[in-house]
């Protein structure tokens, strides 16, 4: 990995001709970036010396500059801790303290002596960084180190040759010293400064005499913090700090000398130059606070950020909000154009997004991309009334198609607000109120947005604990029923068939209706089990029906979608009706009429080859979905059924007499049974009889029932018929 960071310039290079291949010609900014980063890359392995640890310190990579500064070759590392290098220098603590911080996942900066294969002791400035998994667990370590030995032997002459040639020695040294006293209401005075970076920097003791530290060194923003560090040392302790100023970085080792009163006479200041390491530094942070992809800032720097904009906000008391934008579907531009195209649909997103201009609502404002489909708008000092111009702003970016491969598509997106301090404390909280109001987008068709609002944390948590319950229900199995509903043949008044509908017995809160699981279980996964635990029991029903009492029906199992896309689910239900020895013919999967349209190719294939098993397919819910009569006629369907809504109001609604009649005529000329679901009155069941409705289903016959209750009304139907 890092036997020469160099050859990362060939995987540069790779990935341009790659971009160049698949998107054609790139932009001359993206190409000057690579450019750049091919020489940052290449300048970052001659300045540091880089390994790579596991989490037992075992070195698993170095580069060839760690090698040639340490005397060891690259075989001779690997495979070994840095106890090979160990000078003896440091006790235990050191280590103790330098370990229980990376392993909590931060950063652990400090200076190391170490000793080289041939004896030679170096030393060096160290950096190391935690590489975490999903959970934030460190699973790696990455060492960044800079060479600092002439500085520490510089320092180490000084203090040896101080009391002999100190102007001289100072003068000559690589890195400069300031020598300062504490001035009562002034703080650090400057009374000595020398070295050859002072004078490259263009400091001069004459200059600078009796000036405060605080106005030589340093940007404007970070004299507080040098003015607390100095103060520190008058104190009495040895401290050590980096700063700024200008375009370069320092590093600064503050050292007090004590009078023989035991009091702190002056401060010694060695200071040197860090700005090559610090510029790595840099590098590394920015690869990893960053999206490859979009090059947007990524969730670890959104946590990040928020907990001090959000403590801003507080004392500024302003108003922030999150915008949680997630592209709605967009798991099927993965799953039909491939990953590749996603990837590109997401930059397409990011781009639009990245030339919104937002500071006529807000003071302030940032996109991060924080995974997947999801991105993040941070705003901060607003009114309400701006934040709904805000929101209109971004979600009306997806009114327009995209253009890929020659086409256009439309990808719209959800959003979910949370704002600082009306619905949120502090920054975790704040998060996870856009989350709950994207989810209120999500569940209300998509295309739209939501502000967080106190009943969604009920719901939210609702659902989980739902989710929760299902799952142990799915486990257990034995809190699951089906119940049946009979189909009434309107020629003679029979049950011709049933349909079997699930019922959960949940322990506490008794029977659950589907409509209240269903969908959590689509969303979770869990109607995968769920659905093959419907199918088994319906088919042992049917067997014992058979065997036992002598009844022979025909029976409709509803299947969702999630089914549908599942490969082999063909070959699944197959296996199980085979097992139970029922003909394919005697079942009719049910499947509503949107449910139908995801995925339409994919959905034709596997009716199809269900069809040709001897299958039956129903569209459920005809008429309330958005499929097309083309649609209907390549789907191999068998059987329409007519949503309760068009048949509550019959005969009295005009509307619903024009639709249900249509519904029959088209089910007749398409060869398709036809059957009326939802009949719960007399003279709506008259009235479907009337216009030759060859099948009615509802609570005028039965409501669905247990399958012994079922069974005693099928017998009791039978023998009245046969009196």
């Avoid at 940007?219 to 009495?236: R, T």
């Avoid at 689509?522 to 089990?529: F, Q, R, T, V």
């Avoid at 067997?543 to 409709?556: A, F, G, N, R, S």
């Avoid at 349209?597 to 958005?626: C, R």
Wanted: charged share 25%; hydrophobic share 35%; aromatic share 10%.
């Amino acid at each position: 990995m890092f036997q020469s960071l160099v050859t990362v310039h060939g995987w540069v290079e790779e990935f341009q001709q790659q971009l160049n291949d698949e998107y054609g010609k790139i932009s001359k900014t993206t190409e000057n970036m690579l450019s750049q980063l091919k020489e940052v890359l290449k300048a970052f392995d001659r300045s540091c010396i880089l390994a790579v640890t596991d989490t037992n310190g075992v070195i698993i990579e170095v580069n060839n500059t760690f090698c040639d500064i340490s005397g060891y070759s690259r075989n001779e590392l690997i495979g070994q801790t840095h106890r090979i290098v160990n000078a003896g220098y440091h006790d235990a603590s050191f280590y103790r303290d330098m370990w229980g911080t990376i392993k909590q996942g931060r950063i652990w900066t400090g200076e190391i002596k170490n000793k080289k294969k041939g004896g030679a002791y170096y030393w060096v400035k160290t950096m190391i960084f935690p590489i975490c998994d999903q959970r934030g667990q460190p699973e790696k370590f990455i060492s960044i180190r800079t060479d600092i030995t002439e500085g520490k032997a510089s320092e180490e002459k000084l203090r040896k040759m101080i009391e002999n040639d100190y102007f001289t020695l100072i003068k000559n040294l690589h890195n400069f010293v300031i020598r300062t006293n504490w001035k009562q209401g002034r703080g650090p005075e400057v009374t000595f400064l020398e070295g050859r970076l002072a004078e490259a920097i263009g400091l001069n003791t004459e200059l600078v005499k009796g000036e405060l530290v605080t106005d030589i060194i340093g940007d404007d923003n970070q004299q507080p913090l040098i003015q607390q560090q100095f103060q520190k040392a008058f104190e009495g302790r040895t401290v050590t700090l980096e700063y700024k100023h200008g375009f370069r970085f320092f590093h600064a080792s503050l050292s007090p000398v004590i009078g023989e009163d035991g009091k702190v006479k002056e401060v010694i200041a060695s200071i040197s130059d860090i700005t090559e390491l610090k510029q790595s530094e840099l590098t590394v942070r920015n690869i990893a606070f960053h999206d490859s992809l979009t090059g947007l800032p990524n969730r670890r720097l959104l946590e990040e950020d928020l907990v001090y904009r959000i403590l801003d906000a507080k004392v500024q008391q302003k108003k922030a909000g999150l915008l949680l934008v997630d592209l709605d579907e967009f798991k099927n531009i993965n799953d039909t154009l491939g990953h590749s195209a996603g990837d590109r649909f997401i930059m397409m997103a990011a781009e639009r997004m990245q030339n919104i201009t937002l500071h006529n609502y807000v003071e302030d404002y940032e996109l991060y991309h924080i995974g997947g489909d999801e991105f993040v708008w941070f705003i901060y000092g607003f009114e309400e009334i701006d934040l709904m111009q805000v929101v209109d702003v971004v979600i009306n970016v997806f009114e327009e198609p995209f253009h890929y491969n020659g086409g256009e598509l439309y990808q719209r997106a959800s959003i979910g607000v949370s704002v600082y301090p009306n619905s949120a404390e502090h920054a975790e909280e704040l998060m996870k109120h856009a989350d709950m109001a994207l989810y209120a987008a999500k569940h209300a068709g998509g295309q739209t947005y939501r502000f967080f609002s106190s009943d969604m944390k009920g719901a939210f948590l609702s659902k989980v604990q739902m989710e929760t319950d299902l799952r142990e229900a799915v486990k257990d199995r034995n809190q699951f029923e089906l119940y049946y509903q009979p189909v009434i043949r309107v020629a003679d008044n029979s049950v011709s068939s049933c349909e079997a509908l699930i019922r959960w017995n949940h322990p506490t809160k008794g029977l659950v209706s589907p409509i209240d699981f269903i969908k959590t279980a689509e969303d979770s996964g869990l109607i995968i089990p769920l659905g093959d635990w419907v199918i088994q029991r319906a088919c042992q029903d049917l067997k014992k029906w058979e065997e036992e009492q002598k009844v022979k029906l025909d029976i409709t199992i509803n299947i969702s979608p999630c089914q549908i896309q599942q490969p082999g689910f063909v070959r699944n239900i197959k296996e199980t009706v085979d097992s139970f020895e029922i003909s394919p013919d005697r079942i009719q999967l049910e499947i509503t009429e949107n449910g139908l349209m995801e995925n339409t190719s994919d959905s034709i294939n596997t009716l199809q080859k269900l069809k040709d098993y001897g299958f039956s397919i129903a569209i459920d819910d005809f008429g309330t979905g958005y499929s097309s009569l083309s649609y209907l006629k390549q789907f191999p369907v068998h059987c329409l059924k007519i949503d309760k809504s068009f048949v509550r109001d019959l005969p009295g609604d005009r509307a619903d007499r024009a639709i249900v009649s249509s519904t029959i005529k088209l089910g007749k000329d398409l060869g398709l049974f036809t059957v009326a679901e939802g009949v719960e009155t007399q003279e709506a069941y008259e009235y479907l009889r009337s216009i030759s409705c060859p099948y009615v289903q509802g609570y005028l016959f039965s409501k669905p029932i247990p399958e012994s209750e079922f069974i005693q009304l099928v017998k009791e139907r039978k023998s009245k018929a046969e009196n």
